[in-house]
């Protein structure tokens, strides 16, 4: 009887193994996804060159450092840490958001000409970020259990293979009604993304332009959104990328946010 | 926006200057100018040198800012701000110091003079559990929009008045802040010991009320700069359940004057002081309600006349604010506050108030709300700002549309507009101030 029971417990195991393994849920793609593209290392460091070209070919620029540190596991909590270089009219502002899946971020503003850290309202994760074409969401991650997943098939996509994903809002007030994603099969990066508005066309288009490898970390370090709608565009750039370099918790204040210290931002 | 003039004791019209606490400030021609420049510049052009050893940044503003009243102003000009200004902000850093100034220089179209004036300069100290920032420089406190509570800190009421970018109606403080990072909690204690008290619009610009406008002989008497005058505050903050919490103490002055007549009867002169106080608050702000839910109290202990029984000095009071603030839809943002105030020994006050000058409620109550629009990429932002008092019936309202034309240029223009109440209550005697205003800054 024991033996009996040893026996079946090694079966029903090694199915459960076995199946996970064969059946790459989009779930379980888009989660991988996440983490490669959004939690890799403990902490990480970029310094974004934001260009935001307006249908007439009119340019700004948004540069900052961007610090971001995990707290738990993947898809947990996260806080990041913004410091603005350009425009002129915001630099010296420093932001910092802290991220909890399946809640509102909770975000502070820094305003150096009258020295005062400010809470901002944060309810709409679907917001523009400075402006650009990327929402708040793109650049600190949408929660997987927001959308349903769907694989619609494998192909080869700029000579990688890749996945390609269907994820489509539970909610009813996101400003897309579905969203295809080409994941790269190896590195589990997207290499695009495909917004499709209420009409069922498609208004955006992010790419994957550069990945590089940062200690070992496959990196995005060029990306654009474009909105084909509105013919805006907003092309990023990383420079000065680096992972797991011991950003302390205590950054994430308002002491610092008011006095960033220069190692951390440069 | 905390009362900016007091219904009991008026800042009037024959000596202006000598309310707006222009010490700091000091007129120059223009080959002084040139000389003060060269001065302020020459640490840039030192910089090829020195920026082995430091890490030096040069950034700064020309700006235009005019205002022009709806009528005439009580000296019969038209415009309540006009001029053209430069200011440089040099940042040097060197660990652990680091120096900071930030420098304007302007000329006035109205009063045809050109000034400067320092607005920060400090050296910061940093360690890792501590810092130190000596110098000039501005301090805000509290979770109040443009009403002030437990931020004690000068206010230049004259620049919010005039249209001017809402940076300027922070003045900077002499004095030294240490900030000390326990674990458990984060601590400021600030020690100022130059007094320096709030501004309020200019008599010859704005129609103001005057209880005793014939009375031209006056005079100022600020606290002496001396350690028993010594102002001290103090703050501790954390986090509690997420939400960020403040503890804060003062002990200073008001920065507001208020008026010693010489013989009621027969008021000859008139001497305005700033009578010693104290404040007891704390603050509390968190997400909640789908927004920012913001609450803050304080207690003013006014120490030079505890039982309400002088009336060249106010009642103590106690104060509190409630805010929220929420997103509606995208790059769209509302705020709302009610704030009121309690003056204690009310009895005693109104027996003590001499018969020809108005007296404050028991209750104050204002009302405030805020609308931000921004479009186009947040390069235009529409917003409404207003308050109310429902006890007074009086208020404040002020559009104002800005547009950034690069990541170089903005401009913005405005309007303030006053009225409601009675001819002392804090807007309502501004009703003849209608102004509308027009910023445009290069910045770099």
């Known amino acids: 009887m024991k033996r009996f029971l040893i026996i079946a417990i090694a079966v029903i195991v090694s199915f459960a193994l076995f199946g996970s393994a064969f059946a790459a849920t989009a779930d379980e793609i888009m989660k991988k996804s996440q983490a490669a593209f959004l939690y890799q290392g403990k902490d990480f460091k970029a310094r974004v060159m934001m260009k935001l070209v307006s249908k007439g070919g009119q340019e700004r620029i948004r540069e900052m450092t961007m610090l971001r540190k995990n707290f738990g596991e993947i898809g947990g909590n996260q806080k990041y840490f913004m410091y603005f270089f350009q425009p002129a009219d915001v630099k010296d502002m420093t932001f910092m958001v802290y991220k909890y899946p399946a809640k509102d971020d909770d975000r502070w503003l820094f305003i150096p000409a009258i020295n005062m850290v400010r809470r901002i309202a944060a309810q709409d994760k679907r917001s523009s970020f400075v402006g650009s074409d990327f929402t708040y969401e793109d650049v600190s991650g949408r929660d997987i259990e927001d959308d349903m997943h769907s694989l619609m098939k494998e192909e080869k996509f700029g000579g990688k293979d890749s996945y390609v994903i269907k994820s489509t809002p539970k909610a009813a007030d996101v400003d897309y009604s579905y969203k295809l994603s080409w994941i790269d099969k190896a590195n589990n990066l997207p290499l695009k993304e495909e917004y499709y508005d209420k009409r069922g066309e498609l208004y955006k288009v992010f790419s994957a332009d550069e990945i590089k490898d940062v200690k070992g970390f496959p990196t995005i370090t060029k990306r654009s959104m474009k909105n084909l709608q509105s013919g805006h565009t907003t092309e990023v750039s990383y420079s000065k990328t680096d992972y797991n370099i011991g950003i302390d918790d205590s950054l994430f204040s308002e002491r610092f946010l008011k006095q960033p210290p220069k190692k951390w931002i440069e | ?444």
């Open chain 2, 1 to 444: 926006m905390n009362k900016p003039f007091h219904k009991r004791h008026r800042e009037t019209s024959a000596t202006p200057s000598a309310l707006c606490g222009e010490t700091r400030e000091f007129r120059l021609n223009p080959a002084q100018l040139c000389v003060y420049f060269l001065l302020l510049f020459f640490p840039v052009l030192c910089l090829p040198s020195f920026s082995y050893a430091a890490d030096v940044s040069l950034h700064g503003f020309f700006q235009g800012n005019y205002s022009l009243g709806t009528r005439s102003n009580p000296d019969g000009g038209d415009f309540k701000w006009a001029e053209e200004r430069v200011q440089l902000k040099l940042d040097a850093n060197k660990e652990p110091f680091r120096l900071f100034l930030k420098t304007d220089a302007f000329y006035d179209h109205i009063d045809r003079k050109a000034d400067m004036e320092l607005r920060e300069g400090y050296i910061d100290s940093t360690a890792s559990k501590w810092d130190i920032r000596a110098g000039r420089q501005v301090i805000t406190w509290g979770v109040g929009d443009l009403i002030f509570i437990n931020d004690v800190f000068p206010k230049d009421y004259e620049a919010f008045f005039s249209g001017r970018p809402m940076e300027y109606l922070k003045k900077g403080v002499d004095g030294l802040k240490i900030g000390a990072y326990p674990e458990f909690a984060s601590f400021e204690f600030i020690a100022i010991p130059i007094f320096e008290p709030n501004n309020y619009p200019d008599s010859k610009r704005f129609y103001m009320f005057d209880p005793m406008p014939n009375v031209t002989n006056r005079e100022e008497k600020d606290p002496a700069s001396n350690f028993e005058n010594t102002e001290f505050a103090a703050r501790a903050y954390r986090d509690i359940a997420g939400s960020d919490a403040s503890i804060y103490f003062y002990r200073g002055f008001y920065r507001k004057p208020y008026m010693i007549p010489d013989d009621l009867n027969n008021t000859t002169k008139i001497t305005f002081h700033y009578p010693k106080l104290s404040v007891y608050g704390a603050s509390l702000q968190g997400r909640a309600l789908d927004g920012v839910v913001s609450f803050e109290t304080g207690h003013y202990d006014s120490r030079q006349d505890r039982k309400g029984e002088d009336y060249t000095v106010p009642n103590s009071q106690t104060k509190a604010l409630i805010g929220y603030q929420r997103q509606l839809w995208e790059d769209f943002t509302i705020g709302v506050q009610y704030f009121t105030e309690y003056m204690h020994n009310y009895s005693e006050y109104k027996r003590a108030q001499p018969g020809g000058l108005p007296k404050d409620r028991k209750i104050g109550q204002l009302v405030t709300v805020r609308l931000t629009q921004m479009l186009m990429h947040q390069t235009l932002k529409l917003s409404l700002v207003s308050f109310y008092s429902t006890s007074e019936g009086d208020y404040l309202i002020n559009p104002e549309i800005k547009y950034n034309f690069s990541d170089h240029i903005w401009a913005a223009i405005g309007s303030n507009i006053f009225g409601g109440g009675e001819k002392w209550s804090q807007f309502g005697q501004l009703a003849k101030n209608d102004n509308v205003y027009a910023q445009i800054r290069y910045e770099f």
